[in-house]
């Protein structure tokens, strides 16, 4: 039973060591420190190249822009074909227009520029032939970027809840370890009490049945006769019977305090432990109520 519960507990050391060698971002402190803007100017698109909006996506990759982009075209236009969302519905302007996408990763800069441009039968819409489509193209491109890096943002809450619903875990099988330890040692100790008067009630009989083999020794100078004898090998077999029982009392003794010593080591442990995590999680919450910050600070 008590191996089972140093296996159990070792078990969950080294899970929660897994769980703390994950790496963590440097600074914990987190602030949204950056600004969204809208920059023009002409982009490259595959072949051509239009006059583009752009914006940056932060904390991400230019897979998941992509996605996202696609997932607020989806509804809005016939079809989006090879980064370009065709005949789309859009705030921009009056008429479908084209939507061509560009999604590049700056991975020394922790963000993706996404750029788009608007063309409508074929022409880019700019700010010299469209101004009243350029400012819509502008309040547009703002939008989605908070929109997406609220996004962004949002699954980092999620990813943070996760592991930290991981650790509350960890943390209450640490508790439930720690009862198991408490009730080991309780019951260790019972244990070890019994034994010990058992010790002490064999003892005692041990020394009254010595001075029935000793007389019956005495006698042995002279022909025993058969009652003698059978009486002399019950008091012989019940000694033999009553040290053995000694013996097994001693090294139950043993066992007991052996057991009692490596749970006290393991509840020591524990303690370690659980104080350990409590801080890693004070950590995580406030982190994650840094990123909750961060999102409503997004605009």
């Keep these: 039973m008590f191996r089972y519960l140093i296996l159990s507990f070792m078990g969950i050391m080294l899970l929660t060591f897994s769980l703390r060698s994950q790496e963590m971002p440097a600074n914990p402190d987190l602030r949204w420190t950056q600004e969204i803007e809208v920059q023009t100017g002409q982009e490259r698109f595959k072949k051509e190249t239009y006059y583009a909006y752009s914006v ?14 696609e997932a607020e075209l989806k509804d809005l236009s016939e079809k989006i074909k090879r980064n370009v ?3 789309a ?8 227009v084209d939507m061509h996408a560009n999604q590049e990763e700056r991975r020394n800069n922790d963000y993706v520029t996404l750029s788009a441009a608007f063309l409508y039968k074929g022409e880019a819409l700019n700010p010299d032939n469209y101004p009243e489509a350029h400012r819509h193209a502008l309040d547009m491109m703002h939008a989605m970027a908070v929109r997406m890096n609220k996004a962004v943002v949002e699954e980092q809450i999620a990813e943070r809840m996760k592991e930290l619903e991981k650790e509350h875990k960890d943390f209450k099988k640490l508790e439930r370890e720690q009862e198991k330890l408490i009730r080991s040692i309780d019951q260790n100790e ?17 020394k009254m049945q010595e001075p029935k083999i000793e007389a019956l020794r005495e006698s042995a100078g002279a022909a025993l006769s058969e009652e003698e004898q059978k009486r002399l090998e019950k008091a012989r077999r019940k000694l033999a019977k009553l040290e053995d029982q000694l013996n097994r009392a001693k090294d139950k003794q043993r066992d007991y305090r052996e057991d009692i010593q490596e749970a006290e080591k393991a509840l020591a442990e524990n303690k370690v432990e659980r104080r350990e995590l409590e801080a890693e999680i004070d950590g995580m919450e406030r982190r994650l109520t840094d990123l909750q910050q961060m999102k409503l600070d997004i605009e």
């Design 190 to 206: 019972k244990r070890l009490h019994r034994a010990e008067k058992e010790e002490k009630r064999l003892e005692q009989k041990i």
């Design 89 to 96: 519905q859009l705030p921009v302007y009056s008429e479908p």
């Design 56 to 69: 940056k996506i932060w904390n991400t990759d230019d897979k998941s822009v992509r996605k996202m982009w």
């Design 85 to 87: 969302a065709l005949n």
